[in-house]
């Protein structure tokens, strides 16, 4: 049971570059979440998802977009890469009803220059 | 709007002594919360949660947290603090009906040997 896996684990890109994060999981979670993180300042939700096919923004949005076509699966794609999006990207996943607690990935360390 | 504040970057404690650290919200209505743990380099990990009923609740790695409605907190404590306790301590809430949950800037904890 790998729980929620990420790729990639690092990445640098070039201001103006696109990419996409990859988050998976494999516990028929309906709740997927997506975070970023920066030093003193926690976890800002960018987006999130409450089943496939439904997507909500988050407090963070702009600049990315995603989408949710299986109950697995949910990228996050960053368009016209900044160097505000230099962070750690965290995807989660949790079963809602009364349990609601989240289960972390890894994470993706990205750097914009 | 809702929040939640851990008023403290970082609590210093000696190994063995009991540890505290703090942790206030605000929202309207009922309120789920929760803690999690972050170790160097990985994603956040559950610790525990209130939802209802008693108001100490006990979680992972002997922590417990006390619920306390008048004074709006949720405290993490242990008895008796270990080395590998020191991580980054964060404090989470949700509002029922709501899918996101809110987390504070956490709380860096250093166990002194």
């Known amino acids: 049971n ?5 790729t990639p684990k690092f990445r640098i890109l ?5 990419m996409t994060l990859q988050c998976t999981q494999d516990m028929n979670h309906n709740y997927m979440y997506w975070y970023r993180q920066d030093p003193g300042m926690g976890l800002k939700l960018i987006y999130y998802s409450v089943g496939a096919g439904i997507t909500d923004k988050g407090e963070v949005p702009n600049g990315y977009n995603v989408s949710r076509s299986t109950t697995e699966d949910f990228p ?4 016209l890469a900044a160097p505000s999006q230099t962070s750690v990207y965290f995807c989660a996943s949790g079963s809602g009803g009364t349990t609601y607690e989240q289960y972390f990935g890894p994470g993706t360390r990205l750097t914009v220059t | 709007a809702q929040s939640v504040a851990q008023p403290e970057d970082q609590v210093n404690v000696a ?3 009991p540890l505290t650290v703090k942790c206030t919200y605000s929202v309207s209505g009922n309120p789920y919360l929760f803690w999690y743990v972050q170790y160097p380099n990985r994603g956040l990990q559950f610790l ?13 790695y002997g922590f417990e947290a ?4 008048s004074q709006t907190s949720f405290h993490l404590k242990k008895p008796s603090a270990l080395v590998s306790d020191s991580a980054l301590y964060f404090c989470a809430v949700r509002v029922r009906r709501d899918d996101k ?5 956490g709380t860096r904890l250093h166990i002194l040997p």
């Open chain 1, 76 to 79: 996050l794609r960053l368009e």
């Open chain 2, 15 to 17: 190994e063995g002594n």
């Open chain 1, 14 to 18: 070039k201001i103006g570059q696109s």
């Open chain 2, 66 to 69: 006390e619920f306390n409605k």
């Open chain 2, 101 to 105: 949950i809110i987390f504070g800037k």
């Open chain 2, 48 to 60: 525990l949660k209130y939802i209802t009923g008693d108001n100490l609740v006990k979680g992972s």
């Open chain 1, 2 to 6: 790998a729980g929620v896996t990420q």
